[in-house]
């Protein structure tokens, strides 16, 4: 068999480059996966993908030429239905047979067969009946209905950003694809495997770079020379991964030969959106006006990565500087007309910045208050105006809790907070909300935490982020995050499937993350009782209660908390504990969050005695017991007793119990919990020798008392019953 490296490539206009890489990938791994499973790859075939702005391309090792032929069983009919009784094919079989093919209808016709044979009718047993079989040797793929095979399914699978349609060079056929395509090249080793795609038939040239290619067409001598050759002729680096590198190299060495300890940004999505946009990059240094530096880094920063895609350089300090990196497609021998055009083009945007920057400050936040009533915040729950009132009344209230010290600058803040939405530089970029209100409330002369705290609230932004840098901004923050969720919850916005449009997963975990840990003294259900009915005013449309699970309605507070819950345990499962570990602390339902760690570390401790596994065990039975009695008084009365093992029990609780009820108290839950592991033994000796549903009334209950001051004790910093295997 023939075996040969197979190199395919699409020939394409200018690629999404956002999407550039996941599209590579994509054709690359689908064309892998076909010819896999057609017989024409093997484990062993080795995958390189390439993707530039203007082609999307796979070299495949070790494909043969000819797939192996494949043994191919086809069921037919049961006996009884496929012959009559006389021995002669039924109607129903003939049908059955034609369709499979010829093959199966010429056996039938020399049926019954002796020997074995390439193509052959056979009897096995299925089941209850004999069932009638046609196995037959069917061809293999060859590499050209291998590949064209592949080829349509790899372009099928392309996870297209958005389509669009094009007309072929006929004016009459019209083809669906993420850009218009121009060539196909298609080699197995130096041979043109005939496929088509798009309009296009195979070949083995393709296009270089669109301005400095040393010959046009690239032409390919075989699969192996393809992005040699194309660097070589077409002036183009096919690899991503090789071109990412290569721009990270380049930055490194201007930055280097700047001096001073400047750095280009770090940007991992800028750096791959630079790397689909050049097919071979060029960085050049350019700077801008110096005076621009008086705008707040953030706004130049951003206006120069979103809109020119440019690296801007800091200092030693982390500070901007007035030069920045371009990353250019072209490297003519005097770069200064190119340098220069970047140097015009930011400038504009930069003075905007400034524009906007300076107008801004002309106006004091406070000002700014009465203009949040015009922007609406959500149809049924009201302007953002509207709700600064009601994360200011949350915030005031967890201040109070907290620090009453507090209160003043938490009230400011919360006031101010989405004051700079109605600035011309957020309008312009949004997502600068919170960073301009810090630098405009300190123009405004307000104190630091106060500043801070405008900037803070909307943390944690993302997984990772950071948590406010204060107390002020803590309080706020938690107050924005829990209006939103209450107030999302109470018009029945919740969370479906993948769909979360208003991020009220990750306004949980925003809240799960402050509460643990910065060890906030407060009650999970408490405080959300709180906001649903303290003093924040809700919409007529709000409602106090929402459907839920098997219920009809819940509680909006305890919606939430069920969903915290849920989103922490989901949160503590990925940092590694088990799920047992993590069902026994949680079903307690701890209301102080920064609790759930040490409580996690005292059960992971406690599993690992040897005495674990009988309490669980043990544990898990009373609660069964204790389920179909009545309520019971968790006391035992020793007159009662009519066993050693009810006094042994007794006298062990009493000597262990006090212990580990101050060491829970105290927070040394992992003392606790192995305080409690030395009742293994009386404990195993109670249900041994002593019958719990006696038939005297007074000693049942007596002995419900005893389990159930147990049961109490055993469960005070996690449900132990969950980590019974």
């Known amino acids: 068999m023939s075996v040969k490296n197979l190199l395919v490539e699409l020939f394409v206009e ?3 480059p956002k999407a550039l890489k996941k599209l590579g990938d994509a054709f690359a791994g689908v064309l892998l996966e076909q010819l896999k499973a057609q017989g024409l790859a093997t484990a062993e075939s080795q995958l390189t993908a390439f993707a530039s702005p203007r082609r999307l391309a796979a070299h495949i090792t070790a494909v043969l030429r000819q797939a192996a032929d494949v043994k191919v069983v086809t069921k037919l009919m049961p006996l009884t239905v496929a012959f009559d009784k006389d021995g002669k094919a039924t109607p129903a079989l003939l049908k059955k047979a034609a369709s499979v093919g010829a093959r199966c209808t010429a056996q039938l016709e020399s049926w019954p067969v002796v020997g074995d044979t390439p193509d052959q009718l056979y009897v096995e047993r299925d089941g209850k009946s004999d069932v009638l079989f046609f196995r037959s040797l069917a061809s293999g793929f060859d590499i050209r209905a291998g590949l064209q095979r592949a080829l349509n399914e790899a ?5 297209i950003p958005k389509v669009m349609q094009y007309q072929l060079v006929d004016g009459w056929t019209s083809v669906n694809f993420v850009r218009p395509a121009h060539g196909l090249v298609a080699l197995h080793g130096a041979d043109v495997v005939s496929v088509e795609a798009l309009g296009l038939k195979s070949g083995n040239s393709t296009h270089g770079h669109r301005f400095e290619a040393a010959i046009d067409p690239v032409v390919f001598a075989d699969a192996d020379s393809y992005a040699a050759t194309l660097a070589k002729d077409g ?103 190119v340098i220069g055009g970047n140097e015009r083009v930011v400038r504009p945007r930069l003075a905007d910045a400034k524009f906007f920057f300076d107008q801004d400050r002309k106006k004091t936040l406070q000002s700014r208050v009465a203009g949040l009533d015009k922007v609406v915040y959500h149809n049924q ?18 201040a109070n809790k907290l620090d009453p010290q507090l209160v003043s600058d938490v009230q400011r803040a919360a006031e101010l907070a989405k ?12 997502e600068l909300q919170g960073t301009m209100g810090r630098y405009y409330a300190l123009n405004d002369g307000l104190p630091a935490a106060v500043a801070d705290a405008i900037e803070d609230h909307y943390k944690p932004r993302f997984a990772g982020d950071s948590l406010p840098r204060s107390q002020v901004g803590l309080v706020v923050a938690l107050a924005d995050k829990l209006e939103t969720l209450v107030g999302m919850f109470g018009i029945g916005n919740l969370p479906t499937g993948d769909k979360d449009p208003f991020a009220l997963r990750r306004h949980a975990l925003g809240v799960i993350r402050m509460l643990s840990e910065k060890n906030l003294s407060l009650d999970l259900l408490p405080m959300l009782q709180s906001v649903c009915s303290g003093s924040a005013v809700w919409p007529d449309g709000w409602r106090q209660t929402v459907p839920a699970g098997t219920a009809p309605f819940s509680p909006v507070s305890e919606a939430i908390e069920a969903f915290i819950y849920d989103r922490l345990a989901g949160s503590l499962r990925e940092q590694g504990y088990s799920a047992q570990e993590v069902d026994a602390v949680l079903a307690l339902r701890p209301q102080r969050l920064a609790e759930v760690p040490k409580r996690l570390a005292a059960v992971r401790v406690f599993a690992a005695l040897p005495e674990a596994a009988a309490l669980a065990a043990a544990n898990k039975r009373i609660g069964n017991i204790l389920k ?13 007793f009519r066993q050693s093992a009810e006094e042994a029990l ?43 549903n006696a038939e005297e009334l007074p000693v049942r209950l007596n002995r419900l008392g005893l389990l159930q001051s147990l049961h109490n004790a055993m469960n005070r910093v996690a449900d132990l019953s969950k980590l019974a295997s």
């Open 235 to 337: 002036a183009v680096i096919a690899s991503f991964a090789d071109r990412r590198a290569d721009i990270v190299r380049q930055l490194n060495a201007a930055a280097a030969q700047i001096g001073g300890g400047v750095r280009a940004i770090e940007d991992e999505a800028l750096l791959d959106e630079v790397t689909a946009l050049v097919e071979r990059p060029n960085v050049l240094v350019c700077s801008f006006e110096e005076e621009f530096l008086g705008v707040p880094q953030e706004c130049l920063i951003l206006t120069m990565k979103a809109n020119q895609k440019y690296f801007p350089l800091l200092d030693a300090a982390g500070k901007l500087t007035n030069k920045f990196l371009v990353v250019s497609n072209i490297s003519p021998a005097d770069a200064s007309e």
């Open 381 to 398: 729950l009201g302007s953002q105006g509207e709700r600064v009132k009601r994360v200011r009344a949350i915030a005031e209230a967890i």
């Open 650 to 692: 007794f006298d062990a609780m009493q000597e262990v119990s006090p212990a580990a009820q101050a060491q829970f108290e105290s927070g040394d839950y992992t003392a606790s919990l192995q305080s409690l592991a030395s009742l293994r033994a009386p404990v195993d000796a109670f249900f041994d020798g002593v019958m719990v």
């Open 155 to 159: 372009i099928a699978k392309l996870p």
């Open 419 to 430: 004051t700079d939405l109605v600035t011309d530089m957020v309008g312009e970029f949004p």
């Open 628 to 640: 179909k009695a009545d309520a019971v008084d968790p006391h035992a009365n020793p007159a009662l």
């Open 14 to 16: 200018e690629l999404p």
